[in-house]
């Protein structure tokens, strides 16, 4: 298994920026496929992106396509979501999670770290 903790969450305006991290414990992160989910208060987690074990293959949900960007550093045991032109639809608490299968579902995930919360003001 593998332990998460996301950081960089916090206050912004909307068309700001903010790039969560997500730092990861333990041997398998690596050998581990890398997604960001968000939940916003009344709705389902959602995928918001995903990246391959190696980084090269990284999958976007439409409304985030061309404004956020994942990526990871297997070297720091790390992931990242920088995220641009935020609005205030993209309000949530953002969860880091890690797995074996690259996917946008949420229960192909096992490890899930505690989330960072996000609020885009307008």
């Known amino acids: 298994h593998v332990q998460l903790v996301e950081s960089g969450g916090g206050l912004v305006q909307a068309g700001g920026s903010l790039r969560l991290s997500c730092a990861a414990s333990?041997?398998?992160?690596?050998?581990?496929?890398m997604g960001w989910f968000r939940q916003a208060p009344g709705k389902e987690r959602e995928s918001v992106a995903a990246i391959s074990r190696g980084g090269d293959v990284r999958r976007y949900a439409d409304s985030v396509k061309g404004r956020f960007t994942i990526s990871r550093d297997n070297a720091k045991n790390t992931a990242y979501l920088q995220m641009n032109s935020l609005q205030p639809e993209d309000t949530a608490d953002y969860y880091c999670a890690a797995g074996t299968t690259f996917s946008t579902r949420p229960r192909d995930y096992l490890d899930w770290g505690q989330g960072t919360q996000v609020t885009v003001s307008s």
């Open positions: 333990g041997r398998t992160f690596a050998s581990s496929v």
